[in-house]
């Protein structure tokens, strides 16, 4: 059984110059973190999270009060699920759609477009999971 701790009290800044958003990765894709990077990633982050050998990542953010991620893309679909807390999404650049979001709420990211996350006045956390590229759809393709 493996368990990996998060909280706010684990929190480190994210790399990128995202001033006030702070993240616990809690499972990465083992082919990302060579066996020599593990020593120095586990102190950095406060532990080893769950390696699988999986395209998938997934980690807690945690945004301060006015704070923000820039508008980025990802090759791959992104869901941002709110767990505590209110703040602002975009999706599609600057004209893009724009929605307040709060907890119980999850926010799909498609490959490719721009998205970013802001605060206001209330911090926010979310669990955010970088999923693997979708698969090409089929016309007989059914839902269970």
């Known amino acids: ?18 001033p006030g958003v702070y993240g616990v990765p809690i499972q990465m894709d083992s082919a990302s973190v060579p066996p020599e990077r593990r020593a120095a990633l586990a102190e950095r982050v406060q532990g080893l999270p769950i390696l699988l050998n999986l395209p998938v990542q997934t980690e807690v953010m945690y ?9 980025h893309h990802a090759p791959h679909p992104i869901l941002f699920v709110v ?3 209110h703040g602002t999404v975009r999706i599609g650049g600057v004209q893009g759609e724009t929605r307040r979001v ?4 999850a926010v799909l990211w498609p490959a490719g477009l721009d998205h970013g996350v802001w605060t206001d006045e209330d ?6 999971i970088n999923l693997p590229p979708e698969r090409p759809s089929s016309k007989d393709e059914t839902v269970p």
């Open 83 to 85: 767990m505590a807390g």
């Open 102 to 105: 709060e907890p119980g709420e």
């Open 123 to 128: 911090p926010l956390e979310a669990l955010v």
């Open 63 to 71: 945004f301060d009060p006015h704070s923000h991620i820039d508008e």
């Open 1 to 18: 059984m493996q368990i990996r701790r998060f909280g706010v009290n684990m929190k480190t800044k994210l790399i990128g110059g995202h």
